[in-house]
């Protein structure tokens, strides 16, 4: 199976988070991007909860060095 990977970028300073997408920008990086503003948010996305409720909970973003 040929799947984008998904990127979760935890960041909860909104300037950091911003220069972050820029620079995977500028590096032609086009994986998917969720942009979670802390720790809570984070899990409410990993465990589809909250306003992630609708998305599926199977797809995850990958780990480093995972194939």
Do not use: C, H, W
Not at 23 to 33: G, M, P, R, Y
Request: glycine share 8%; no cysteine.
């Amino acid at each position: 199976m040929n799947r984008s990977r998904i990127i979760l970028l935890v960041e909860d300073n909104p300037g950091d988070a911003e220069l972050t997408l820029m620079a995977f920008e500028k590096s032609t990086i086009v994986n998917d991007i969720v942009v979670a503003k802390d720790g809570e948010e984070a899990l409410a996305y990993l465990f589809a909860t909250g306003k992630y409720a609708q998305r599926d909970p199977g797809v995850l973003p990958d780990a480093p060095g995972e194939p």
